[in-house]
T-cell receptor
Framework: AQTVTQSQPEMSVQEAETVTLSCTYDTSESNYYLFWYKQPPSRQMILVIRQEAYKQQNATENRFSVNFQKAAKSFSLKISDSQLGDTAMYFCAFMKGRWSQGGSEKLVFGKGTKLTVNP | EAGVTQFPSHSVIEKGQTVTLRCDPISGHDNLYWYRRVMGKEIKFLLHFVKESKQDESGMPNNRFLAERTGGTYSTLKVQPAELEDSGVYFC???????????????FGNGTRLTVT
């Protein structure tokens, strides 16, 4: 079974600075996808960024980028130029590839990291 | 477009009672998922509907949980009888068509916070 570990329950960062959230996962699959989701206080969870395991190039979405180390099974999220609106719970998630044996559409989540951006 | 809506937003019930949670997905989304987050733990998958059919219900914890999606539109998740360990936040999510969740990302609702006392 796949597991996702987020070792930082809480983090804080000053506005305009850079912060990195860590995520490691355990799987024997070669075909899979990784995601970072963000849940602001009292709001819906939304997708921040996603990565296909077979792509070596790290995904980037504006101020958000990932450092995907497949051999180390690490998928960290870097937020540059942090803004007050980045304050949220961040969840790392894994999904087995659709064409893997027993492939499923279900996400396996970590416990989350609560990020606070301070003014 | 309207997002995924869940009702109620909060529910407090006593052990042994029944509760029904409702999820209205985004119109036209065939895929509907239920997830649950128990306090301090990971968000866990419960089940996946494609239209009105249960595609994967491997995450349903036991037979006290019953999910339905009549007509392939909204879904309900009934807990009967509720136990203390059922407390948590129940999330619903939807996505389009038969494409992989990678290419058609999930849209989540705000969740229903269930407290069983």
């Amino acid at each position: 079974a796949q597991t996702v570990t987020q070792s930082q329950p809480e983090m804080s960062v000053q506005e305009a600075e850079t912060v990195t959230l860590s995520c490691t996962y355990d799987t024997s699959e070669s075909n899979y996808y990784l995601f970072w989701y963000k849940q602001p206080p009292s709001r819906q969870m939304i997708l921040v960024i996603r990565q296909e395991a077979y792509k070596q190039q790290n995904a980037t979405e504006n101020r958000f980028s990932v450092n995907f180390q497949k051999a180390a099974k690490s998928f960290s999220l870097k937020i540059s130029d942090s803004q007050l609106g980045d304050t949220a719970m961040y969840f790392c998630a894994f999904m087995k590839g659709r064409w893997s044996q027993g492939g499923s559409e279900k996400l396996v989540f970590g416990k989350g990291t609560k990020l606070t951006v301070n003014p | 477009e309207a997002g995924v809506t869940q009702f109620p937003s909060h529910s407090v019930i006593e052990k042994g009672q029944t509760v029904t949670l409702r999820c209205d997905p985004i119109s036209g989304h065939d895929n509907l998922y239920w997830y649950r987050r128990v306090m301090g733990k990971e968000i866990k998958f419960l089940l996946h509907f494609v239209k009105e059919s249960k595609q994967d219900e491997s995450g349903m914890p036991n037979n006290r949980f019953l999910a339905e999606r009549t007509g392939g539109t909204y879904s309900t998740l009934k807990v009967q009888p509720a136990e203390l360990e059922d407390s948590g936040v129940y999330f619903c999510a939807s996505s389009q068509g038969d494409r992989s969740s990678y290419n058609s990302p999930l849209h989540f609702g705000n969740g229903t916070r269930l407290t069983v006392t």
